[in-house]
DNA sequence: AAAAGCCACAACCGCCTCCAG
DNA sequence: GCTGGAGGCGGTTGTGGCTTT
């Protein structure tokens, strides 16, 4: 009774495939389907088990599996799919034509995951990660109960996580779409900026940049959503993209938008930038401006990074704000998001985008 | 130039379900 | 109805290649 093994472990050839064995795979699936895949090996000449052929062949050498980097309409559904299926990668590669379910994975694993994380979404539930929200009342025990000092960085952690709790659901910031622009970004060199949905945030929230003089939405190009863009009042300092790349970050209690300038030939840098925008990077990354008293401009003290905060002083006076905002408090991040080039392989190269 | 660090991804591992025997 | 192999699937790892030091 039974059937016979499908392999005979021993003398089976294990690890990565020469083109010779890839040739002859291919010719023999090709000549006469793959069959049955435990007797496909000994048929094909091939010292390998029906397993690692059928893995090889469906995940690598499939004529109609699609190569290459993942568009962004692809990543907008993996994450879309994802949020719903879970780490069904079978079922999400289904949806998503020529690539595996091994592609799908890896890409998960490497990218998008890691991009969730930094930007305080857990990547399982696709919500806000519960011991980042926590920091809000860590922030009020420190507020009331005993006026501390910290450093920039814990500060920033902590402020932003607290304004950012209030407005949960609108917040660009716990929406895996943000993501989405920056792909968009990057698949059109610059030519186009899809903002989405996650943008769409109430009127009364409002991004500034240092100049506030044009509305971002004046910046897009093709496969923007302009009709949504058109009341979130989010601004820059120039009113073309080409020669706007965006490098500095405004946030408001429920709304967020990179802002500034740098030259036209920096689109490279543009398209980096967007790409690797979130706030926990921001926060290795940037200096902040803190009202002392009263809102105006003449009282804006900087801190540069690494520099201690009297968060007591800080937090009891409304934060900075400028122009026709609204009375929620506000952060107001005035210097350089640093671009974060992706390399292949190796180390990331990190340079400054500070001009 | 060499060593170390790091990343991406192909491939393997182990578990589960289905179904032939 | 039971057994155990095939196929499918998700998790994990090994390794090549690139960057940094």
Known sequence: MGRVPCCDKNGLKKGPWTPEEDQKLIDYIQKHGHGTWRTLPKNAGLARCGKSCRLRWTNYLRPDIKRGRFSFEEEEAIIQLHSVLGNKWSEIA??????????IKNYWNTH??????????DPVTHRPRIDLLNLSSILNTVLFNQPAQMNTHEFLRIAVNLLQSQQLTSSLVYNPVQFNYASQWQQNEASSCNLGESLATPDSNVCYTNNNEQPI?????????????SDNN???DHDSVLSTPVSSLSLTNNSSTIINSSAEDEKDTYCSTYFDFQISDLLDMIDINVLEDDGADTNLETYEEGDV???SKVVSSPLTKQGNSSSSPQLKVNKVVEEDV???GGKKKRKTGEK
């Open 342 to 344: 992706v390399s292949k």
């Open 217 to 229: 939405s004046n910046l897009l190009y093709e496969g923007s959503t302009s009709e949504l863009l």
């Open 94 to 103: 289904a949806r998503l034509p020529g690539r595996t379910d091994n592609e």
């Open 112 to 121: 998008i995951r890691k991009r969730l994380l930094r930007s305080g979404i």
């Open 309 to 311: 905060i009297p968060v």
């Open 234 to 236: 989010v601004y820059s």
